[in-house]
C-alpha cells in the first residue's frame, strides 16, 4: 500500500472536508484553490466525457514541468498503453459509483525527461454543466520520484501527451471520505497479480 505524503494527506483532508450532498457527491464550485496554496502547482482537474475518455480540464504548471508536457485540453488516455485503458477506467468507476478517494502510482516516461514514479490521489467531483447538467470530474493531486528532464521547461519546448508513455499503474488503493471503500475489486486483483516489477518498467 503506498504511504501517502504529507501533501497527499493535506489533499485527501482537505476534500474530506468539503460538504457532501444526498448522494455523496462533492461539487466543483466547493473546491476553492486558494484554500490549498501549498498544492495548487501539483493540482490537476479531468473531466470524465461520455465516451469514458478522460479530458485534462487543467494541469498544475509543476506537474506539467515534471512531465515536461503540456496537457490541458488533451486525452489522458492517449498517454496510455492501450492494456491500461480498462482497468483504469474501472479504477474512476469506482471513485464515483462508492464513492471513495483513489492512489495510485505511474511508472513512465515522456520523450526529454524521465519520471521513476508519480504518485497520485484522486478525488471524485461533480460540476454544473450547460443547460444545469452536472457532469463527473476527478481532482488529482501528485507527488513525483526521481525526476531528470533533459529538455527545458520551457513551455515552446514541452510535447503532447501521445508521446508520453505511461508504462504501467501500480499499488492502487481507496482512501474513505465519508462513506467507507470498496473490497474485494476483481478487476484490479488480477490486474496488481499480471503487472510487471518496478525495476522493469522501462524494458
Same mark, same amino acid.
Given at each position: 500500500m503506498m504511504v501517502l505524503s504529507q501533501e497527499q494527506q493535506d489533499f485527501l483532508?482537505?476534500?474530506r472536508s468539503l460538504p457532501a450532498d444526498i448522494d455523496g457527491q462533492r461539487h466543483r464550485e466547493d473546491f476553492k484553490a486558494r484554500d490549498i496554496p501549498h /498544492?495548487?502547482?501539483f493540482i490537476t482537474i479531468l473531466t470524465v466525457e461520455p465516451d469514458g475518455s478522460l479530458s485534462v480540464t487543467l494541469a498544475g504548471s509543476k506537474?506539467?514541468?515534471? /512531465?515536461?508536457?503540456y496537457a490541458t485540453g488533451q486525452n489522458l488516455l492517449r498517454?496510455?498503453?492501450p492494456r491500461e485503458h480498462k482497468v483504469l477506467l474501472q479504477y474512476h468507476q469506482t471513485l464515483f459509483s462508492w464513492p471513495c478517494a483513489g492512489s495510485n502510482t505511474v511508472i513512465g516516461h515522456a520523450r526529454g525527461s524521465s519520471v521513476t514514479a508519480m504518485h497520485c490521489?484522486?478525488?471524485p467531483f461533480v460540476a454544473s454543466g450547460r443547460n444545469g447538467a452536472s457532469k463527473p470530474i476527478i481532482i488529482t493531486y501528485s507527488r513525483f520520484d526521481n525526476v531528470h528532464t533533459v529538455i527545458s521547461g520551457d513551455i515552446n519546448t514541452r510535447i503532447g501527451l501521445d508521446t508520453m508513455q505511461a508504462r504501467q499503474f501500480q499499488d492502487y488503493?481507496?482512501?474513505d471520505i465519508?462513506?467507507?471503500t470498496p473490497k474485494n475489486l476483481s478487476f484490479l486483483e488480477e490486474y496488481q497479480s499480471r503487472i510487471e516489477p518496478?525495476?522493469?518498467a522501462f524494458g
Amino acid at each position: 500500500m503506498m504511504v501517502l505524503s504529507q501533501e497527499q494527506q493535506d489533499f485527501l483532508d482537505y476534500c474530506r472536508s468539503l460538504p457532501a450532498d444526498i448522494d455523496g457527491q462533492r461539487h466543483r464550485e466547493d473546491f476553492k484553490a486558494r484554500d490549498i496554496p501549498h /498544492l495548487l502547482g501539483f493540482i490537476t482537474i479531468l473531466t470524465v466525457e461520455p465516451d469514458g475518455s478522460l479530458s485534462v480540464t487543467l494541469a498544475g504548471s509543476k506537474t506539467e514541468a515534471a /512531465l515536461n508536457t503540456y496537457a490541458t485540453g488533451q486525452n489522458l488516455l492517449r498517454s496510455l498503453l492501450p492494456r491500461e485503458h480498462k482497468v483504469l477506467l474501472q479504477y474512476h468507476q469506482t471513485l464515483f459509483s462508492w464513492p471513495c478517494a483513489g492512489s495510485n502510482t505511474v511508472i513512465g516516461h515522456a520523450r526529454g525527461s524521465s519520471v521513476t514514479a508519480m504518485h497520485c490521489i484522486s478525488c471524485p467531483f461533480v460540476a454544473s454543466g450547460r443547460n444545469g447538467a452536472s457532469k463527473p470530474i476527478i481532482i488529482t493531486y501528485s507527488r513525483f520520484d526521481n525526476v531528470h528532464t533533459v529538455i527545458s521547461g520551457d513551455i515552446n519546448t514541452r510535447i503532447g501527451l501521445d508521446t508520453m508513455q505511461a508504462r504501467q499503474f501500480q499499488d492502487y488503493n481507496f482512501h474513505d471520505i465519508g462513506f467507507g471503500t470498496p473490497k474485494n475489486l476483481s478487476f484490479l486483483e488480477e490486474y496488481q497479480s499480471r503487472i510487471e516489477p518496478v525495476t522493469a518498467a522501462f524494458g
